[in-house]
């Protein structure tokens, strides 16, 4: 399988590294810099699953041809329209994306470009990071992929991308209801995501407050409001899980948007994890409070990075 991924950043880097571990034919596209030091020093992934450090093939926007069986696109929703425009020449007609993005309002602009047919379904559960000397770091021993069709075109291709990626270290599946898991990773991290953002702590700092676990529970119930209204109410086993993660003393743990905020970052991925969420609430005359006061908070942020 030609596999053409975008970028080599923390995911796709990542998760392009251990597909060539697999056998796939693998290219990135990357900027001009980005293959400098890819050319002089390799891709190279430090992680206690394995480490990966060789030689890779890149092409970029002047030198990327229609080749490709898939595209593993894996960017910020914020950077989603220039991320199509840089994939668009690589599509032929049987050429597939593969998104590991977050929310679902990625999917309704990928399938207004590409058509639904060509685009797959895809969860991953990772934490990665690119560090300042052009290395990926991997966190921790968690490392999920769930794959899925949204047509009736994909399963051959959804089977062969698995079949690659299933001999790769870490948890590997594919689904017969690709649009439940991803609403179902969207609420889970949509819940934390405001909440941390919102009181500007880690999880276990806000259950251990006098209010935190009971706002907590709201947030949980206006994502889990919102998720049921949509046709895919949340599992009582992920919400469970939910519980456990979110409600937990213990857990110093905050969401990337909150640690890009911590950070100073200048643009967030507010709009496809907490904005969505509020605007498909409203829809349904769904009250989200919580989600709404998260999400002003988040406008006003990014407002005030902007006027620095």
Not at 34 to 51: C, I, T, Y
Not at 162 to 177: E, F, M, Q, V
Request: aromatic letters at 6%; hydrophobic letters at 45%; glycine letters at 8%.
């Amino acid at each position: 399988m030609k596999i053409l991924v975008l970028g080599a950043g923390a995911i796709g880097g990542y998760y392009g590294a251990r597909l060539i571990e697999a056998g796939a034919d693998v290219t990135f596209l990357v900027r001009p810099a980005r293959a400098a030091k890819l050319a002089a020093s390799g891709l190279v992934v430090k992680s206690e699953l394995g480490n990966f450090a060789q030689p890779v093939k890149t092409v970029d926007s002047t030198t990327v041809r229609p080749d490709y069986d898939l595209v593993l696109l894996a960017c910020k929703g914020y950077d989603l329209e220039s991320a199509m425009d840089a994939i668009a020449p690589a599509m032929n007609a049987r050429t597939g994306v593969l998104p590991f993005l977050n929310g679902m309002s990625v999917y309704d602009r990928l399938d207004a470009r590409f058509g639904r047919a060509r685009v797959l379904g895809g969860v991953s559960q990772i934490a990665t990071m690119l560090e300042a000397d052009g290395t990926i770091g991997h966190y921790g021993a968690l490392d999920t992929v769930i794959v899925g069709a949204r047509d009736a075109s994909q399963p051959p291709l959804v089977e062969a991308f698995h079949a690659l990626i299933r001999t790769t270290p870490g948890s590997r599946a594919t689904s017969d209801d690709v649009e439940q898991a991803l609403w179902n990773k969207w609420m889970m991290i949509a819940t934390g995501a405001l909440m941390t953002c919102l009181m500007r702590g880690t999880v276990g700092a806000i259950c251990r407050t006098q209010d935190g676990k009971g706002l907590m529970r709201r947030a949980m119930a206006e994502c889990a409001a919102v998720a049921n209204a949509e046709g895919h109410a949340l599992p009582d086993a992920v919400m469970a899980q939910m519980e456990k993660r979110l409600l937990d003393e213990t857990l110093e743990w905050s969401a990337s948007m909150a640690r890009d905020i911590a950070q100073h970052a200048s643009r967030l991925e507010a709009e496809n994890i907490v904005g969505d969420l509020v605007r498909r609430a409203k829809v349904f005359a769904i009250d989200t409070p919580i989600a709404q006061a998260a999400y002003c908070n988040l406008q006003v942020y990014e407002a005030q990075q902007q006027t620095r």
